[in-house]
């Protein structure tokens, strides 16, 4: 009986060793998992600081149009973009090593641009996104650009000469 109670006993206690494992283990998010993490804040403002925890303070960011160095920075471009861009649809994900691509559907409000498709390359270390290349078509988005200053130039003066 004692032998039975051991082997109870003992097999209890690796049952409860490998569950504690597992759950240590399912805690930790595979590469694709983390990008996938991140860009899904970009359609929800309440999980957006989520998406900024998984950036390196070194993270690199790269587009066509601009080079960041600084996951500050990247926080500062984010809302300025936040005001035009209303959400990202994933269509494919695919993993090498530290490398993580995707393939997504960008959406904005501005007319013209409501539907943007990019790929973006995430280099991932230690769970963190240390640097990001998204190539997209900049040519309607540097037309945007260019007639919102234009606008915020002409309000600009208009104040300035008010005083």
């Known amino acids: ?16 060793i490998q569950s504690n494992a597992q759950q240590i283990k399912s805690t930790t998010m595979t590469n694709k998992e983390i990008a996938t993490k991140f860009l899904n804040g970009f359609n929800n403002p ?3 600081k989520e998406s900024f925890d998984l950036l390196a ?6 587009n066509p149009m601009v080079e960041l160095n600084s996951k500050e920075e990247f926080i500062v471009l984010s809302k300025q973009i936040g005001a035009v861009i ?9 993993e090498n090593g ?7 559907n960008f ?3 501005v007319k013209g641009l409501e539907s943007n498709t990019g790929t973006e390359w995430f280099r991932i270390e230690d769970e963190l996104i240390k640097e990001s290349n998204l190539i997209y078509d900049t040519t309607e988005w540097r037309n945007f650009y260019a007639q919102m200053k234009k606008i915020k130039t002409i309000a600009n003066k208009a104040s300035y000469e008010k005083h």
């Open 107 to 109: 959406k904005s409000f």
């Open 46 to 48: 309440e999980q957006i």
């Open 86 to 94: 209303i959400g990202i649809e994933i269509i494919n994900i695919a």
């Open 98 to 104: 530290n490398w993580v691509a995707v393939f997504y």
């Open 1 to 16: 009986m004692k032998l039975i109670k051991h082997v109870f006993i003992i097999g209890l206690t690796i049952f409860s």
């Open 57 to 62: 303070d070194d993270y690199k960011f790269k």
